[in-house]
């Protein structure tokens, strides 16, 4: 196991971990049978009132839906506390650098895939392939399987999602804009992140990108990104963090625009 190796890990350490992660498995297949269906419906259910036209019922819907997220969330806050109370500060830092070393990846794809002009059913498969592959992933034991799942996923949605057209597009756009693919917030996944910091913050980009999309002018849009951008400085990032980030405003600033005039 890559984690015990490089942590180096007593005999008792390897033993409480590896019950911590059984935990967390039990916890994360008993989330995906309880709400798995519901995450599901609600999705659907989004996209109908969007369709329809109906705001309260959206509102509504999206709250659900995020009371939801929050709750899967936490088992990985949960996780990430009972790790704490077992390895020194510098043994959970490597620790979270480890599990989370494909989300850099995943986030930047991810984040590509969502400027794609993407229908309301494209969206919906898009949600169900990775509410999976992120359930399977928790289940993994090794990062490479971890990886691997979320790779696979990623390829799904190439194949069986996307438009030929789409994936072109894609792909030159992963080619020219490198590691900030996503677009929204530049520089952003270059701080040093934590595996929960990018969780976050791929939950606020995917709340701003669905509701730029339901903006009826292109100022309305920018104030999304642009109150999206504050609620990461002000809630998700460290002082330090922040002070980095905010040098890459003119850039952001610009990309918000670029963003509120493709939504």
């Known amino acids: 196991d890559r984690l015990v190796k490089e942590l180096a890990l007593t005999e008792d350490k390897q033993k409480q971990v590896s019950q911590i992660f059984d935990t967390q498995k039990q916890a994360v297949e008993n989330w995906q049978k309880e709400n798995g269906d519901k995450l599901k419906d609600i999705q659907k259910q989004i996209a109908d009132a969007k369709q329809a036209g109906d705001k309260d019922k959206l509102k509504d819907l999206q709250q659900q839906r995020a009371k939801l997220v929050e709750s899967r969330v936490a088992l990985h806050e949960n996780l990430m506390k009972q790790l704490g109370d077992v390895l020194t500060p510098e043994q959970l830092a490597k620790a979270k650098t480890i599990l989370g070393q494909a989300a850099d990846k995943v986030v930047d794809v991810m984040g590509a895939i969502h400027q794609l002009n993407l229908s309301d059913d494209q969206k919906n498969k898009i949600t169900e392939i990775m509410d999976k592959a992120r359930a ?19 390829e799904q949605i ?18 020219d804009k490198g590691p900030d693919a996503g677009g929204e917030f530049p520089g952003i996944m270059k701080l040093d992140l934590t595996e929960d910091q990018k969780t976050k913050i791929l939950a606020v980009t995917a709340t701003a990108r669905e509701d730029a999309a339901k903006a009826d002018t292109p100022k309305a849009k920018r104030d999304i990104f642009q109150a999206a951008r504050q609620k990461i400085l002000s809630e998700v990032l460290t002082p330090e963090q922040k002070a980095k980030w905010d040098k890459n405003k003119p850039l952001a600033d610009a990309s918000v625009t670029k963003q509120a005039e493709k939504n």
């Open 136 to 154: 399977d992933a928790e289940k993994a034991t090794e990062p490479a399987d971890k990886a691997k799942i979320m790779k696979d996923a990623i």
């Open 158 to 175: 190439r194949s069986t999602v996307l438009t030929d057209e789409q994936r072109k597009k894609l792909q030159g756009m992963l080619k």
